[in-house]
């Protein structure tokens, strides 16, 4: 999923027209310099990544690959019965498994962030 910069305001924060113009322009250049790293890392034009960001576009692990925001699909990324923990940025961990079913994920080892880690372990 690619989506554009949204500030949220609380619901008792007023805000005048100039206030309010200002915070829409600022998401707006965040979205457009943020645009500009996806598409010079995907091969897109700033102006089709800036479209998609603004439409809130998903892509499954196909079109991530032909969009250029991953370098492969990795099928049976966990196997039918593995168990698997998934730990956030703050420190959730997260148990899954076993899996029912091979799982494919789109991964891309070069570019994604570090901001979760997934430990394997085991397989049934």
Known sequence: MIHPICQR?????MLNAKQFQD?????????????????????????????????TRFFNAEQSLSYGLVTKV????????????VVDEDGTVTPFGPAPRAITKAIDTLKMPPSSSIKISGQG
């Open 9 to 13: 305001v609380q619901p008792d924060q």
């Open 74 to 85: 990795v099928t049976n990324f966990f196997p039918a019965g593995t168990t698997y923990t």
């Open 23 to 55: 915070l829409a322009d600022g998401c707006n250049i965040q979205t457009h310099s943020i645009a500009v790293i996806i598409a010079s890392a995907t091969g897109q034009k700033v102006e089709q990544v800036f479209a998609d960001m603004n439409q």
